[in-house]
């Protein structure tokens, strides 16, 4: 025996030793991690695993870094069609979630009444046991039971969807606050297809965003942040032009090479002025109109009837010279694309605006065009054997339409993936929706807000424990799909993802939950979809066995095919891109007004750390000073260099913002780059209930917005409600801003 062996089994022993005293002080167990791993490796040798992100709907392809069995880093995967070897910061964070000290680590049940937060540890069993016995005497009706979820990704969705199938018709509801259901719908609308789609940003010259936070926080940051770099630097002696819209000089706008502040709620307005123009002026891509279109002369009279330049001027806030040059521009200086996204899109006038902005690229003739838009092909992965007994399935619903609709009903519900008794204000009625609800289970890594009002909180593994899939969206045009395997041997805590946790429920509820359900694990399940990949034989993993592709795209991160052609078809009963005028009468002339009492609209956007708050208890990213204000650790709320005169309002001072639905006090950041009769704050902070890290720090803005109306299609009223600003002097009131450091 070497000595170093020698030396290491003679600590090995001893400290087993001391471990097996019951005398042994709490937390020695600790070290038996340490000396005796759970995996082999060898000491100070490095480990690299393909892994994804699924901190956003990026769905990056990232790279784990391992060192003697501890992950100590992550990069992007350079081979993913994504990332491309990048990533963002709150990626970079993920590995303070595998070993963040707040985590979920075996089932609890509730003790006392909801929302007390007191919990008992139990086993596995006994929580499946539970979860089978309340969820067995709704089969009978089976919209007894209620999904709740965030934009479920991968086959997740199709597991949930399979299970409310077999369960007898369980519903679906979906929070997703910053999501992409009116941009998916628009697109639904005029070309037949419910998706985001991708946008060819690298063959672009001309990009127009209408509140899309793309490179902080807007649907995939790495992608959008790479696609604009290379428009701009990416092609020597060619730089292409990127124009942002929006109230507030965002970090996408910073980007820009200029930034149009138009007024909140005239996102669709503008974008039909710009129509206007190139229409009036004979500067549309007439080809594409003629052959490929439908229902273009409604349109065109309406926008030339109604929005002219000079007609949108003062509502809009920018001049008819600016929106007659930026459309003159979008036509000389092409391939063009116009992009909209976050608070132009979530709220009254969203769908409109969406809809403005695809009529906008089908002018441009940008759908399948290089530099343009393009629909991602969905991957060939083999479809599940189709249910013998399927039960009526409703479409996923919003949660926005399920709080309006008192006739809800349902007995049991399962959260996932989303936190709504934070992102969605008390006026909502979220917390009655709750309350009436008999059982709630709530699955996740980490305890929030509303697993708080569970009774059954289920723990989850982090992504680097368990096996998951995505087909990110948008893509790059192509067909392709990520997939994570565990990182490590075993997870850290006693957790399990959800699909399992389905799977071996839908065991205990009858032989046909069973034979709707016969996977034994989500492993299993995802190398049966999987397995089309391989039969497939293209693409970037071709293999002689199902087992070898599965082992290889585990390797790679996931399956891409570069050979595949981006769908251009139009799925619309006339095979054409439809002008649809209906959205643009219902939504694009209403702009909502701000009142003497209430004098300022309130912006709420993405934190670049924090996206809606889902990052905010990761310390490193609490660390991140925001690019735009300094901020650090805490909020605060951007108010204008006017307004900041009018009020005598200056750096750091505390200020409350009210609205009809309440009140907050953070500390003032006065910047140049916001309308006059705009305040900002970024959301993400104000939590009550996220961990010791995130847990009363800064304010909720979220919580001021008025409720979200089912009518917009939107989760959150992002636009449109009017906020008061003053000063604070007292002294409680300047503590209750939680900002531990804000370099003002
Ligand atoms: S862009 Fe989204 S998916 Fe990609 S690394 Fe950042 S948080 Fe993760």
Redesign the pocket.
């Known amino acids: 025996m070497k000595r170093r062996e020698f030396l290491k089994s003679s600590v090995v022993a001893g400290t087993a030793g001391v471990l097996l005293d019951a005398c042994a002080p709490p937390g020695s167990e600790q070290i038996i991690p340490l000396l005796i791993p759970e995996e082999q490796f060898i000491p100070g040798v490095e480990e690299f695993h393909a892994t994804?992100?699924?901190?956003?709907?990026?769905?990056?392809g990232?790279l784990a870094r391992k060192i003697d069995g501890r992950l100590v880093k992550v990069e992007?995967n350079p081979t993913h069609p994504?990332?491309q070897g990048?990533?963002?910061?709150?990626?970079?964070a993920?590995p303070q979630a595998m070993y963040h000290p707040d985590r979920l680590r075996s089932p609890l049940v509730r003790e006392g009444a909801r929302g007390d937060g007191h919990w008992t540890e139990v086993s596995w069993d006994d929580a499946l046991d539970r979860l089978a016995a309340e969820l067995a005497p709704l089969r009978a009706d089976g919209a007894g039971l209620a999904f709740l979820t965030g934009q479920l990704r991968g086959h997740r969705r199709e597991l949930v969807r399979r299970f409310a199938a077999a369960f007898g018709g369980a519903r679906h509801w979906v929070h997703e606050p910053f999501g992409d259901a009116t941009v998916r719908r628009a697109h639904e609308l005029v070309a037949g297809i419910d998706a985001f789609p991708a946008h060819d940003l690298e063959h672009a010259n001309y990009v127009v965003t209408f509140g899309a936070a793309l490179v902080e926080a807007s649907r995939?940051?790495?992608?959008f942040g790479r696609g604009l770099g290379h428009l701009r630097r990416g092609r020597p002696g060619q730089r292409g032009k990127l124009v942002a819209i929006g109230p507030h000089l965002s970090v996408t706008a910073a980007h820009a090479d200029e930034w149009l502040p138009a007024r909140p709620g005239t996102d669709a307005m503008l974008a039909l002025s710009l129509a206007h123009v190139l229409i009036r002026d004979d500067r549309y891509d007439r080809a594409f109109v003629d052959e490929r279109t439908e229902g273009f002369g409604a349109f065109r009279d309406r926008v030339l009837a109604a929005f002219a330049p000079e007609t949108v001027a003062a509502t809009t806030g920018v001049s008819a010279d600016q929106i007659e040059r930026v459309a003159r521009e979008m036509a000389q200086h092409g391939p063009t694309i116009a992009i909209a996204g976050d608070a132009a899109v979530t709220g009254p006038s969203g769908l409109a605006t969406a809809v403005a902005v695809t009529h906008l690229n089908a002018l441009m003739g940008a759908f399948g065009r290089k530099g343009g838009i393009y629909f991602d092909l969905v991957p060939p992965f083999t479809p599940y054997p189709a249910l013998e007994e399927p039960s009526e399935l409703e479409e996923p619903r919003p949660l926005a339409d399920v709080l309006a609709d008192a006739s809800v009903g349902a007995r049991a519900l399962l959260v996932a993936g989303t936190n709504p008794f934070f992102t969605l204000p008390a006026a909502s009625g979220v917390a009655d929706l709750f309350s009436n609800i008999p059982f709630v289970a709530s699955f996740g890594s980490f305890a929030d807000e509303t697993s708080r009002e569970a009774d059954l909180i289920l723990p989850e593994p982090t992504a680097f424990e368990r096996f998951d899939d995505d087909v990110?969206a948008p893509g790059v045009g192509t067909s392709m799909a990520s997939l994570s395997g565990p990182v490590f041997v075993r997870p850290l805590h006693d957790t399990r993802a959800m699909p399992d946790v389905l799977l071996q429920v839908g065991q205990r509820l009858g032989d046909d939950m069973a034979a709707a359900l016969p996977w034994e694990s989500y492993e299993t399940a995802l190398r049966v979809a999987w397995s089309g990949l391989h039969d497939a034989q293209r693409g970037s993993i071709v293999e002689t066995s199902a087992d070898r592709f599965w082992r290889s795209a585990l390797e790679s991160g996931g399956w891409w095919d570069d050979s595949t052609a981006a769908d251009v078809e139009f799925v619309t009963p006339g095979g054409r891109y439809r002008f649809e005028v209906g959205p643009l009468l219902a939504g694009a002339g209403a702009v909502a007004e701000i009142t003497a009492e209430r004098p300022f609209f309130l912006h709420v956007y993405p934190s670049l750390a924090f996206?809606d708050g889902r990052?905010a208890h990761l310390p490193f990213l609490q660390e991140l000073a925001d690019p735009m204000t300094g901020t650090r650790w805490g909020s605060v709320v951007e108010v204008s260099v006017a307004a900041a005169e009018q009020y005598g309002i200056a750096n750091g001072d505390p200020v409350a913002v009210g609205s009809a639905q309440g009140e907050l006090v953070a500390r003032a950041r006065v910047v140049p780059g916001l309308r006059p009769e705009v305040v900002a704050m970024a959301a993400g902070q104000g939590h009550t209930d996220y961990g010791r890290y995130a847990t009363d720090r800064g304010a909720n803005p979220l919580a001021l917005l008025a409720p979200p109306d089912p009518a917009d299609g939107s989760e959150l009223a992002l636009v449109g409600t009017a906020v008061s600003i003053r000063k604070v002097t007292d002294v409680v009131a300047v503590l209750r801003t939680g900002s531990r450091s804000i370099d003002v």
């Open positions: 994804t992100c699924f901190e956003c709907s990026g769905g990056c990232l992007g994504i990332s990048g990533s963002c910061a709150r990626g970079q993920l995939s940051p790495v992608r990110p996206g990052s």
